[in-house]
T-cell receptor, first 115, second 114 residues
Framework: DADVTQTPRNRITKTGKRIMLECSQT?????MYWYRQDPGLGLRLIYY???????NKGEISDGYSVSRQAQAKFSLSLESAIPNQTALYFC??????????????FGSGTRLTVV | AQSVTQLDSQVPVFEEAPVELRCNYS??????LFWYVQYPNQGLQLLLK??????LVESINGFEAEFNKSQTSFHLRKPSVHISDTAEYFC????????????FGKGTLLTVNP
C-alpha cells in the first residue's frame, strides 16, 4: 500500500457542486499539505496543517476548505466547484521531528475536472 | 519570502547527451534546496536535496546538483541521459526553520529523444 493515498484518482464534477478530496497517510508524519498543479504554473500551496489542531492557509486558499480529521487524514473540499479549479491536486506529508529530512512524501494525485 | 525560478520550461535532448536544468532561488535566510521528479501520470518523488555540508549532492540514478550561494543557484546536471529520464523536474526551496514549507518552481519538462 502507498504511504500517502489520495481518493479519488480522477473525478469529473459539475459547476456549483460540492466535492471532497481525501488524503490518508501511513507515514506517521505530523504535517500534511494540499497543493494544486497546473500546466506551466508548477505546484501551488492551498492549505497546510502542522498538527491536528493547526490549519493554515497557503497562497491560493480562496474557494477551498480543509479538515484534519486525525493525524493520518487531511481532506480538501471545494464548496462550490468552478471550472478554473480544474487541476491536478496533490497531498503531501512531512515530519517535523526529523530535522535532517525536510523532504515531502507525495500522494499520486487526484485529477479533478469541473465542467 | 522565498521564490524559485526554473529558467527553462522545456529541455529536449538526445539520448546519451549531457543535460543541465537550471534553478535559481531567492530567500532572505538560509535555505534548503530540493529537486523532485514527476514521471508521467505519477506523483512527485524526491530526487536529491541540499541541507548543509558539501555543496555537491548526488542522486542514485546519476543526477547531481550543486548549491552555489553566491549565484543563488541549484542547477541539476547529468552527464549522459537515458530515455527513462523523460519527466518533469521541479526545483523547490524551503526556509523558515522548523516551520518550513516548500515553494516549488514551475517545472522543466525534460524530453529525451532516441
Amino acid at each position: 500500500d502507498a504511504d500517502v493515498t489520495q481518493t479519488p484518482r480522477n473525478r469529473i464534477t459539475k459547476t456549483g457542486k460540492r466535492i471532497m478530496l481525501e488524503c490518508s497517510q501511513t507515514k506517521g508524519h505530523d504535517r500534511m499539505y494540499w497543493y494544486r498543479q497546473d500546466p506551466g504554473l508548477g505546484l501551488r500551496l492551498i492549505y497546510y496543517s502542522f498538527d491536528v489542531k493547526d490549519i493554515n492557509k497557503g497562497e491560493i486558499s480562496d474557494g477551498y476548505s480543509v479538515s484534519r480529521q486525525a493525524q493520518a487524514k487531511f481532506s480538501l473540499s471545494l464548496e462550490s466547484a468552478i471550472p478554473n479549479q480544474t487541476a491536478l491536486y496533490f497531498c503531501a506529508t512531512s515530519e517535523s521531528r526529523t530535522r535532517d529530512d525536510y523532504g515531502y512524501t507525495f500522494g499520486s494525485g487526484t485529477r479533478l475536472t469541473v465542467v | 519570502a522565498q521564490s524559485v525560478t526554473q529558467l527553462d520550461s522545456q529541455v529536449p535532448v538526445f539520448e546519451e547527451a549531457p543535460v543541465e536544468l537550471r534553478c535559481n532561488y531567492s530567500s532572505s535566510v538560509s535555505v534548503y534546496l530540493f529537486w523532485y521528479v514527476q514521471y508521467p501520470n505519477q506523483g512527485l518523488q524526491l530526487l536529491l536535496k541540499y541541507l548543509s555540508g558539501s555543496t555537491l549532492v548526488e542522486s542514485i540514478n546519476g543526477f547531481e546538483a550543486e548549491f552555489n550561494k553566491s549565484q543563488t543557484s541549484f542547477h541539476l546536471r547529468k552527464p549522459s541521459v537515458h530515455i527513462s529520464d523523460t519527466a518533469e523536474y521541479f526545483c523547490a526551496v524551503a526556509s523558515g526553520g522548523s516551520n518550513y514549507k516548500l515553494t516549488f518552481g514551475k517545472g522543466t519538462l525534460l524530453t529525451v529523444n532516441p
